[in-house]
């Protein structure tokens, strides 16, 4: 048994980790120096530059060093009446406190480093701040796995539900790896790709004094060699396209290799990642609504990425949020099922839709007079050209008619299911009891229509309902604040009903 | 086993939109006047150092549109805060309280007691001289962390926060939905 009270330090191996980031943060700035030295250096007295390098080199090297030594030996922590106890800082003494019951989530993950030497990043959360609290680097694998415990241990006390122990309800197939990675979004790799190498290239450019985004500019205006330009663009366009569906590709399978769910006391267990590898706990009743989406592709295939919205996800990292790739429907009900014993669309088939404004002012207010303005000022430059503009029109006219017509919601006396989406379709759950506050908003036009949207906040995020009836909203507010309000034994005893709400709104 | 399908009727729901809500202070309305006129008499110094310092700006049509703007900023802003501060009303029911905000924009606001984190009152110099003071109620919710009631006697602030304090620990649900 592990004595948790005594100061921890981290793994050895956690020194080697701060040598590599301290390294990599001081040559950040430092190969700028270096290339230009290089670079600068006089070809009659070379030997000037490569000795200013060499002993540049040394005092680098002795400072990642000691400063890393310092780090590591400065990083102790322990648990002490229920609180973690952290002590870091290189130059000035820093104790960081945090209650044990105000940890949301830890985080366990492996990289290829840590498995070579059996150790793993811990990854402390809670719901008070804005980035992760507290990184642990390097742990030998079973010390983290026994801290994750004792963290969590508050936690699980409260879960009210028994299961049997990692019911796996999710593990993804190879086929399933295969199509989540065919049907990945390839046009936001590529524009990631595509900028990435401008912003690279550009920066590589300033010692060379080159502007690889000046040149694309200049080759396009240049009406002699405007084909050769577009030529040469369209085949760059080509073969970075091509590269990003391979990336794409890649990216998908290492992220989702080896990916399982399952179900255990303490709540959803995450594993997954090829390189990296990661595992996660959500506790259920941290759970504050369910999304899940898929885009034109997947829908066709049916396929979803399902996000369990935690308390604290917000504050996630983007790479730390799990999307569970979701390959059958059966699977979808298993996990909904422990947050929201029924999906309102499937008890009550009543489907609400928002007033045509929400779609109609957009349009006529912002879209179309940003296009008109837009093509007026390109008429100066490309003339007639510019009335291109009006294809822009019609999609945004088509695909607001359908985001219009597929914005939808189904009401419950215990939950809400939204949907909404122009060719892909985004779906939330939301139980009534998790909302924090309800807010009704209103402006002119919306009072003169009798209008309003609804705004549900969760600790997770905010949900609207936007342009429905406002005597529904009001109702849809009372009702809410009523389940709220309720005392945990009378909603219990409503747990058990369906009725259906949207019967009872006037 | 016990099953229970009691229907809600409408009417028994206690409903918002009879609620007989509590206008603020009238003397709220002259801090948001004081508060304004100084941002705008800042404002106008700066702009009236920049037209003595700048000469490009020494002209007759610059001088006459900045001033122009700057009485139609200065009324419009007067005439809002005048509308808005009609409709800011609260009332404080046995479990929530219900606070209303805004004239071209409304916003209403319910925050059970159950969900309430923490509440602050706090006055700035104007509103201390008419002894008034703010109630800032705090959630769990992302992204509208606080809801702050203004215009309040101070008094009456502090006795508001304490009786939320109150019963918060002893009469109602301790659920927080987290």
């Known amino acids: 048994m592990m004595d948790f009270s005594l100061p921890q330090r981290q793994s050895i191996a956690a020194l080697l980790n701060i040598i590599v980031r301290t390294t990599k943060t001081t040559l950040g700035w430092a190969w700028f120096i270096y290339a230009s030295i290089l670079l600068k250096q006089n070809n009659d007295q070379p030997k000037e530059g490569t000795s200013y390098i060499l002993w540049g080199t040394v005092v680098i090297l002795v400072f990642i060093i000691g400063r890393s030594i310092v780090e590591w030996l400065r990083f102790t922590f322990y648990i002490q009446q229920e609180q973690l106890i952290v002590n870091k800082g290189i130059f000035t003494k820093n104790q960081m406190i945090i209650p044990i019951e105000k940890i949301q989530t830890v985080h366990i993950e492996q990289h290829i480093w840590h498995r070579m030497t059996a150790t793993c990043k811990l990854i402390i959360d809670t719901a008070g701040t804005n980035k992760e609290e507290l990184t642990i680097h390097a742990l030998p694998t079973q010390t983290a796995a026994a801290i994750k415990i004792l963290l969590l241990q508050e936690k699980q006390s409260d879960t009210h539900f028994q299961t049997p122990n990692n019911q796996t309800i999710i593990s993804l197939s190879f086929t399933d790896l295969l199509k989540l990675s065919f049907t990945a979004n390839h046009l936001e790799t590529f524009v990631i790709i595509f900028f990435f190498t401008i912003g690279k290239l550009d920066d590589l450019g300033k010692l060379f004094h080159f502007s690889s985004t000046d040149w694309i500019i200049e080759k396009s205006m240049e009406q002699e060699a405007i084909n050769y330009s577009w030529q040469l663009i369209s085949t760059g366009i080509a073969i970075v396209l091509l590269f990003s569906v391979a990336a794409s590709i890649i990216r998908m399978a290492i992220k989702y290799y080896h990916f399982t769910i399952s179900l255990s006391a303490k709540g959803f267990e995450a594993n997954w990642g090829l390189i990296q590898h990661k595992q996660e706990i959500i506790p259920i009743h941290k759970i504050q609504f369910i999304a899940w989406k898929s885009n034109w592709i997947r829908r066709k295939i049916g396929m979803y990425l399902l996000h369990l919205k935690a308390v604290g996800e917000d504050e996630l990292k983007k790479n730390q949020k799990i999307q569970i790739p979701i390959t059958q429907l059966a699977q979808l009900q298993t996990m909904i099922k422990h947050y929201q014993a029924n999906i309102p669309s499937q008890i009550n088939t009543d489907i609400n839709t928002v007033h045509r404004s929400f779609f109609w002012r957009m349009y006529i207010l912002f879209q179309l007079p940003f296009l008109v303005i837009t093509g007026g000022v390109l008429f100066f430059w490309i003339e007639w050209k510019a009335l291109l503009l009006i294809i822009i029109a019609v999609y945004w006219l088509i695909a607001g008619l359908y985001k219009l017509k597929n914005f939808q919601y189904w009401i419950t006396e215990s939950a809400v299911k939204i949907q909404t989406g122009v060719w892909g379709r985004n779906y939330t759950v939301l139980n009534w009891k998790k909302i924090q506050l309800v807010s009704i908003a209103q402006s002119l036009y919306q009072k003169r229509k009798q209008l309003a949207t609804l705004e549900m906040h969760t600790a997770s995020g905010t949900i609207k309902l936007p342009y429905i009836d406002a005597e529904k909203a009001y109702f849809l507010a009372d009702y809410i604040t009523m389940q709220i309000e309720m005392k945990e034994e009378v909603q219990d005893q409503n747990q058990e009903n369906n009725t259906n709400v949207s019967q009872l709104i006037p | ?178």
């Open chain 2, 1 to 178: 086993m016990q099953f229970y399908n009691i229907q809600v009727l409408w009417s028994d729901i206690p409903q918002m939109q009879t609620l007989q809500l509590q206008k603020i202070q009238p003397q709220y309305l002259r801090v948001l006047q004081i508060s304004w006129g100084i941002f705008f008499a800042i404002f106008a110094i700066i702009a009236i150092g920049c037209f003595i310092w700048i000469e490009e700006l020494k002209n007759t049509i610059v001088i006459v549109s900045a001033v122009a703007a700057y009485l139609l900023a200065l009324i419009l802003t007067f005439v809002l805060i005048n509308i808005a501060f009609k409709t800011k009303a609260y009332a404080i029911r046995e479990k929530d309280i219900v606070y209303r905000t805004g004239y071209i924009f409304q916003d209403i606001h319910i925050i059970p007691l159950n969900r309430i984190q923490h509440c602050v009152v706090q006055s700035g110099p104007i509103e201390r001289k008419y002894h008034l003071a703010s109630l800032s109620l705090y959630t769990a919710a992302v992204g509208i962390h606080d809801i702050t009631i203004h215009g309040l006697l101070q008094t009456e602030a502090e006795q508001l926060r304490e009786w939320i304090l109150q019963q918060k620990q002893f009469s109602i649900s301790q659920d927080d939905g987290l």
